[in-house]
């Protein structure tokens, strides 16, 4: 059971933040803190949608509906954007985290597990 936990890694930090894993829909699979922000974003993959954590009271202050099968979250160095890599639909969604409104879908390949943000 506990090797079930640190597999989902996310399981693993809602945990530690004082909450119980039936908060968020099972399994997430992915979690990312917004930088700025006092919130983390948690990809749970059989609900299509996004937890919003407020991170400071360790309570859910929302719920995002995403793409089919979100598998991974990233958030942009100012921390008001989450992309959200959706496996099942084939896209990415871009939250906007000041409102935690979906702003665009964007198209991609065949079954995106990941995300990442960076610069060139």
Same mark, same amino acid.
């Given at each position: 059971?506990?090797?079930?936990?640190?597999?989902?890694? %996310? %399981?693993?930090?809602?945990?530690a933040?004082?909450?119980?894993?039936?908060?968020?829909?099972?399994?997430a699979?992915? %979690?990312?803190?917004?930088?700025?922000?006092?919130?983390?974003?948690?990809?749970?993959?059989?609900?299509?949608?996004?937890? %919003?954590?407020?991170?400071?009271?360790?309570?859910?202050?929302?719920?995002?509906?995403?793409?089919?099968?979100?598998?991974?979250?990233?958030?942009?160095?100012?921390?008001?954007?989450?992309?959200?890599?959706?496996?099942?639909?084939?896209?990415?969604?871009?939250?906007?985290?000041?409102?935690?409104?979906?702003?665009?879908?964007?198209?991609?390949?065949?079954?995106?597990?990941?995300?990442?943000?960076?610069?060139?």
């Amino acid at each position: 059971m506990l090797t079930r936990l640190i597999r989902h890694a %996310v %399981v693993a930090v809602v945990i530690a933040a004082g909450l119980t894993p039936t908060s968020v829909a099972m399994p997430a699979t992915a %979690v990312a803190a917004a930088p700025l922000r006092e919130f983390a974003y948690v990809a749970n993959f059989w609900s299509d949608t996004v937890s %919003v954590i407020n991170i400071a009271t360790n309570t859910i202050t929302g719920t995002i509906r995403v793409g089919n099968r979100p598998e991974d979250v990233a958030i942009t160095p100012d921390g008001g954007h989450a992309y959200v890599a959706n496996r099942g639909s084939d896209s990415v969604t871009v939250i906007d985290t000041a409102t935690n409104t979906v702003t665009d879908t964007i198209r991609v390949g065949d079954a995106p597990t990941g995300v990442a943000i960076g610069r060139l």
